[in-house]
């Protein structure tokens, strides 16, 4: 029986002893000297294994508590606190899915601003890679190497957890080894494609991020009461309503009563289902318990430099081109510089809200830095401008062409059951109010993306770029990539 095999460990840590092993639903490892093999239930695919200085500890349950007391201290105040400024009651942040695309840049930018930081991340993002066939344009440093390579560059340290959220046991470890002061969850299942595919991705990115999610307001319930949640959402819990879109909720009248109420939601996948119950599961919370959340309905990120990514070439960020996993201006820039006709779906008139990866970092310090009250559940639009996927490709045809590409574009099939043609307008000014500066998308920094595209070109594989996951066709059959 094969499994899936991956790291587990705690960098500049010790380690607590717990002896458990189980075999079904939960995960453990188990060091053999100076090899740690961490058995998990997913996808029977082998990742990698790596290999660690010894430890006196034979038997470690999906826990890594860190005792080091290395990571600097500073404390930056101000009120109301800008993005340039970090709360003193909000030092100590933990962000799971910290290995991720959004997580590993805010991970290094709030470090580099001052907190203390933990991620928490099962890995598991890096499975994908392999279980599709897919991989980052850029190439990817293992998490420990990150970790260490930010260390010897900035003086700083980050905790790592290396488990899975949905096992309760470790997550408590994991809260009360590290007490944070913020939790900021990106630790889900992102991609509506992969959420897609077949039934057992479609019930794994429920079960992943719904009880995921459940966990951490049990965990912060339990451990932390005062922690405040900065909780990825998605602007596509909203859907394309033919009315504006207002942020979290909305004051309407019926019969001649008036009420104050979230505003409806129209997911359009199983992922998006998943994330509008993420919101009612945190609105509940916050009402019968008192916990403090926010939730950053984010559009769609663009970019992969940030000032902290760019300071060595093992923090590069990872940067998604495929079909599953690449959003529409990233797959746009790489289309374009290798000559493949940008792949508008439909009729192009797809409208969503866009922003910058720098300014996803940005909206996330800001709303640790000004916390919501506690029983409060906000809610803030995070982007900074709407373009519809024809604005998209219209962009990167007149940049490419001043940097001597030849652009085509090229009307695919819509895999996605979707308005192909509506009206948006989404709100989007809490943040803007709370003191963002938002990175808006310019010829120079379009420039800059289709000139990265380049320098990796090489590394592109032509096959991932065309879609081949349709909501229509998704069935019981789970789909395998042959190689």
């Not at 002896?19 to 490892?29: E, F, H, P, V």
């Not at 709407?386 to 895999?415: H, M, W």
């Amino acid at each position: 029986m094969a499994h899936s095999i991956l790291p587990c460990c705690s960098i500049n840590s010790c380690l607590t002893t717990k002896t458990y092993l189980k075999n079904n639903n939960t995960c453990s490892a188990v060091f053999y000297d100076a090899v740690p093999l961490q058995t998990c239930k997913y996808p029977k695919t082998v990742l990698r294994s790596c290999t660690l200085r010894p430890r006196r500890q034979s038997i470690i349950y999906a826990a890594a508590t860190p005792m080091s007391q290395e990571i600097e201290k500073s404390t930056l105040t101000g009120s109301p606190q800008s993005s340039s400024e970090s709360s003193a009651k909000s030092k100590k942040v933990m962000i799971i899915g910290g290995d991720g695309y959004c997580g590993w840049a805010t991970a290094l930018h709030l470090s580099n601003k001052g907190y203390e930081v933990a991620i928490v991340d099962n890995l598991v993002r890096r499975l994908f890679d392999h279980q599709l066939g897919i991989d980052s344009l850029t190439p990817i440093s293992s998490i420990q190497n990150r970790v260490r390579r930010w260390k010897s560059v900035t003086g700083k340290s980050i905790h790592v957890f290396i488990g899975d959220i949905c096992d309760f046991e470790f997550l408590s470890e994991a809260f009360k080894s590290f007490e944070p002061d913020s939790v900021v969850h990106f630790g889900e299942q992102r991609s509506a494609p992969y959420s897609m595919i077949d039934r057992s991705r479609a019930v794994y990115t429920q079960h992943n991020n719904v009880i995921g999610t459940l966990n951490v307001l049990f965990a912060i319930k339990e451990f932390s009461q005062e922690c405040h949640l900065v909780k990825l959402g998605t602007m596509g819990e909203y859907g394309t309503p033919n009315i504006d879109i207002e942020e979290g909720y909305i004051t309407i009248t019926h019969n001649g009563r008036t009420d104050t109420l979230p505003y409806p939601k129209q997911a359009s996948s199983f992922y998006h289902l998943s994330k509008v119950h993420d919101s009612h599961n945190i609105a509940f919370t916050c009402k019968a318990w008192g916990i403090r959340a926010t939730d950053l309905n984010q559009g769609v990120v663009y970019g992969v430099r940030t000032d902290e990514t760019d300071m060595h070439e093992e923090l590069c960020n990872r940067f998604d081109y495929d079909g599953v996993f690449g959003t529409a201006l990233n797959r746009f820039c790489v289309q374009a510089a290798v000559g493949h006709p940008l792949t508008v779906y439909g009729k192009g008139g797809q409208t969503r809200g866009y922003l910058d990866i720098r300014d996803t970092v940005q909206c996330v310090e800001l709303a640790i830095a000004n916390p919501a009250k506690p029983g409060e559940f906000r809610v803030f639009n995070q982007f900074t401008e709407q373009f519809s996927v024809n604005d998209l490709a219209r962009l990167v045809t007149n940049a490419g062409k001043k940097l001597g590409l030849e652009v085509q574009t090229i009307s695919v099939p819509n895999p996605r059951v979707e308005a192909e043609e509506h009206y948006y307008n989404a709100k989007h000014t809490k943040l803007i109010e709370l003191g963002l500066r938002p990175h808006l998308l310019s010829e120079s920094l379009l420039d800059s993306l289709l000139n990265f595209a380049i320098k990796f070109k090489d590394q592109v594989d032509a096959a991932q770029i065309m879609p081949t996951v349709s909501w229509k066709k998704i069935g019981v059959k789970t789909r395998t990539v042959s190689v």
